[in-house]
Every structure is written in C-alpha cells, then in structure tokens.
C-alpha cells in the first residue's frame, strides 16, 4: 500500500493563495492596531468598572442619563441583559461610587452590586509590562525548545506560523474593537502554546518521510505529509474548539470574549499548520537555493 | 495477562484511588478564588502626605489597624500581607458586602472635634472605646470613651466652647455639629450623626480600631458579590459539562472502540486533575474552570494522535499488538513536543500572572500532564488488555 496514493490535496500548489489570504487579514489587523490601537480594558489602562443588575428591567439610555450627571457619559455600557449591565468608567473612588449606586436606586430602581473593579494607573502599568514580559517569556521559551528539538528552518517557520495566530487574533480584536483584559492575554498565550500542536505533527511527518521516502521530491513530500496528517489535525482542532464553543456559548460573560480569542486562534492555528507553515518550508529553500531530493534531513539528535 | 501487566493496571487503579480519595468531599477539598466564593482583592499603599510621611513603622502600624478592623468585622481567613515598602494585599473571602469591607479597610478614620472658627480642638487619639447604641428616640448614636489625657482635653475643649457649637469630624467631613450645652468633664461622650444601625456600627468599629498613620489609597480593588460568584460557579460547571459530553460524543463517533477507550482515558483525565487540584490545595479560579474545559478538548488530542498511527500501523498489515506498539513509539514524540510548548506558555502565564489568572495557568499545567499521563500510560494498557481478548476490526 502506497501513502502517496492517498494524496488528495495539493497544498503546494495553492500556496500563493493561502499567502495571499493570510498577508492580507493580518495587514488589515495590523492597519487597525495603527490607526485606532487596542481597546484596552481598565487591567491596563486603569479605571473602575462596575457590574449591576436592577430589579426591573432599565434601557441603556437612562444608565447614561443617570451617569451623566457625573460627569460620566463617556462610560462604555454594556447591557448583558435587559437589567443586568456592565458600565466602564474612568478611576472613581467609594465615595463618588455610593452617590453613583444612590442615583441608579432613586431615579431608576433598586440594584444588586454583583461586582466591582477598581484599577490605578500604577497597578495598570505593572500589569501591561507583566502582560509584555509573560509573551516575550512564552516567545522565547518555545523559539529555544523547538530550535533544539527541530532542525533551524523549521522552528523558523513554526515561529513565523506562531506569530501569525497571534497576530491575527489582536489584529481581529483591535478591529472589533474588543476588550483588551488580563484575560484576553492568557488566552493569546495560550494560542502560543497550542497552536504549535498541530504545526508540530505535520512538521514530524515531514521528517519521518524526508528519512523514509528519500526519491520523492521535497514539494512532494511536504505534501504527502500534510495530506496524511490531514485527519488527526482536523480532528485534534475540532476537539479543542468544541469545548471553546461550550465555554463561548455557556460560561458567561466575564469568559464570553476569552473563549472568543481561543476560538480565533484555533481557527488562526489551524489554518496556518496546514496552509503556511510546511509550504513556507518550499519558500526557505527557494531563497537559499536548497535542491532537497533525498538529501536526509533529520532531528539533531535522532537516536534512530 | 502476565505480571507486570498486572502491576501496571493495578497502579492505575491505584493512582485513580488516590484522586478521588483526595477530591472527596469536592466541596471542601476544592479551594474556591475570590471570584467564585465572592469577596475582595484589595492592594493599598500608604502615601506620603506632608504631615505624615511613610515610614517603616507607619506601615507597620496601617497593617496592624487593618488587621485589626478586619477581625472585627468577622472575616473568615483573611489575607493581609505587606507587599514590598509601601503596598499592603489584603484579600477578603465570603464576604457578604465586599464594597463596605473595602471601605472600611482604606479609611483613615481621623476623629476631629472643630471648634467654629474650624480650628481642631482636638482628635480621636485618646479614644479608648467606641460603641453603636440608641437614643431615647430610638436613633442610631455612637457613644465613645477617652482615656485620662482625653477626658482632660475634652473637658477643655466643651469648657471653651460652651454655647456654641463643636463639630465633629470624620476625615474632615463634618458628620454632626452639636451645640455644646454644659462642659463635660467624664471623658464620655455620645455621636448623633444621621447615622443607620450600620453606619453607627461601622463608624464605631473605625473609631475603636483608630486612625491610620498615614493615608491609604487603594491602587486596585476586585470585589465580585456572592450571587455573581455562585453564577459564575454554574454557567462554568454547564460549560463543561456540555463541552465533556459533546467530545465524549464526538469520540465515540468518529472513533467508535478507540473513542469508547479515549472517553474512558478522558474520564480519568479529569478526575486525576480535580485530584491533583485539591491535593495541592491549588485555589479554583473562574479562569482555571476555563483552563479545566480547555484541556477536555486539549486531553483527546493525544488518543488521536496515537489512534490514527495506530490505524496506519493497521493498514500496513502489522498485527494488531505490533501496531499499538509502533503507533505508541511513533506518536510519542509528537505529543510530547506539542504538550511542552503548551507546557511552556502555562509557565510564562503563572510567573507573570496575578490573581485569577494564575489560577488558569494552574489547570492547564496540571491538565496538559494528567492528559499526557492518561493518554500514555491509561490509553496504551486499556488497549492492550482489549488487545489481548479482541482483534483489532471490532475497535474500528
């Protein structure tokens, strides 16, 4: 039985289009990243944040009103349900809090308080480094691991297929203009790490076949092993969006926008493994004009 | 089945014993975070003020008064921790009205009583008791006591003022202004402010915990009330129950008996990591549920890799037990490069981290090697006693 026979795809060919599609979602993310930045939740920028729920239901519009007689209209209000809201403000103390609630209680009608966030300047600051300093930590850490498990051109385009989700899933949140919180971050990092998976097993395919099938020419092989890894990389994505999609749909809003970014990243993830990341492999030898046909490329230190 | 097979199943056994012994009772083993039990996160820092510059012993004495107020205000377990010179951590599970704790914890709490022309005759310093009562109108007062030194500057100070009024402040905010009848010369005194059985209650508390040295201003505070606590609790248990089930669908499926022996090895992915959460009396965040139903989708990953080799092994007319072997040894590798990266990310998450978030870094660490562990060790004996009494078409 020939593996070769099962080849359905040519993902090889296509390349250029697979390219095009994704230098062109990350321009436009990157072009709103300029122009009009992040939406940064108040874990960075600072601020306080308040989430009630009132007895009846209230519209939007007298939340405004009634904040606005603090000087307040600017707030970002959000309403989870036709009485329960988050509302954003700028920092603002106990004080200037408890004649906020006595308002909403007098003009519109009683509340619960279920939650309240304030955050400094100063703590936002620290936490936008530690924000900073956990990607970086993350970045290098699985550079250095997978350029001492893989050979250097294919940690490049692992890395390269890395940055991409990430990219794609800050470019898509700055444009929806989407809450940039502590949260969202894990979920980026989160994407580092797994997104990798599935670039992973095609990437160890390719070496098993480069050892193995020593006549095919590289583009070939690239393909084949995209092409027999196809299944488990579908059904590895699948399995991990399922439970996104639950954690999307039933968690609640406070993770609503977490499992969002996930969702984003596994597409993103996915999407790159098979599309970009062994293709680029084509591009790498194209530039450094490697005729690669049988010559045997293995992992560093394959004990085999 | 030979004896080291034996030893092997009887260890799993084991080890599955041992998590559900140690998650049992869930609701007791299981550390709740602030965000789930409801209650406060609260970082102060003593600042400088021209009358009152920090100092080392200033916000010594800050923490002990907030200590203080905080026992007094019947908090269970509570965390107060100085956090390098200045900052203070104070952290306040299962409180009923997080937003009053938080304020009473920040508030100075500086008793002046202001003569008319607002010069401060004298301050709360020599309180020695504070309480909440009623009057004979039955409204809220708060009678407090001063010590000898206090009696006598007050004695002085009702002297001066007979006839006119003596305000009294709370951090220069006037919350009564009496007209001084008589001279009162036994250091007792009695507050009637516009006070609610609460507020009575709560200014005593300050009065009897004393000032702060210097000011304290709250640099963050996250305080989630009991209810959104609980819901949160819900809607996460409903998320992934719903995304377990949808998976353990979703396997048995596609994968039919590789999926029924992947949904057993999930299964106990699950139960070592809720094991491994109370046995390292790890705290359970919002987060760390979302990391928990992260990993049930991330834990199958692994039985797929090792299936679909498994298949390979198959079609290339191996025996069923010489592919097992080959698709183990074959997808190892792989599963354990891909968890590492993962592995690697939890770990930037967790030094850089605050609060609920170090949770989920929490969960996915402990996820990723329980769901390395299940699906190298569980998996390959689980498919090697089926191995041994089934062929290989009746698991396709």
Known sequence: ????????FDFIKN?????????????????????????LGIDFAGGSLLQIKFDKSVSTTEVRNVLSEFNLSQSTIQNLSENEFVIRTEKIDSEQRKEILSAFKENLTNLEVLRVETVGPVIGENLKKLAIYALLFAFIGIILYITMRFEFKFSIVSILALSHDCLIVLGIFSLLQKEITISIIAAVLTIVGYSLNNTIVILDRLRENIKFKTREPFENLINISINQSLSRTINTALTTIIPILALYFFGGNILSDFALALFIGMIAGTYSSIFIASPLLVEWNKIFKIYQKGTKTTRKKDKK | MNWT???????????????????FPLNEKINLGLDLQGGSHVILECVDTPNAPVDNDAVNRVLEIIRNRIDQLGV??????????????VQLPGVEDPETAVDLIGKTALLEFKNEEGETELTGAHLINAKSSFDQFSRSIVLIEFDKIGAKEFGEATKNNVGKVLAITLDGKEISAPVVQEPILDGKAQITGKFTVDSAKHLALLLRSGALPVKVEILENRSVGPTLGRDSISKGI????????LILIFMLIYYKGFGLIADFALVVCMILIVGALAGLKATLTLPGIAGMILTIGMAVDANILIFERIKEELRLEKTFRASIDAGFNKAFRTIFDANVTTLIAALALFYFGSGAIKGF???L????????????VVTKIVLEVVAAKFSSKALL
Do not use: C, H, W
Request: hydrophobic content about 60%; proline content about 1%; glycine content about 8%.
């Open chain 2, 76 to 89: 269970s377990e509570p965390v107060i921790q100085r956090q390098g010179a200045t900052r203070i951590l």
């Open chain 2, 365 to 376: 660490s402990i996820g990723i090697l329980a769901s390395m562990f299940t699906a190298i």
């Open chain 1, 1 to 8: 039985m020939d593996l070769i026979g099962k080849k359905k």
């Open chain 2, 238 to 245: 409903k998320a992934g129950i719903a995304g377990l089930i």
């Open chain 2, 5 to 23: 097979k034996t030893l092997r199943v009887a260890s799993v056994f084991v080890v599955i014993f041992i998590a559900i012994i140690l998650s």
């Open chain 2, 361 to 363: 870094a929490v969960t």
């Open chain 1, 15 to 39: 390349r250029k289009m697979a390219y095009i599609i994704s230098v062109v979602i990350i321009l436009v993310g990157l072009i709103s990243i300029i122009f009009q930045g992040f939406n």
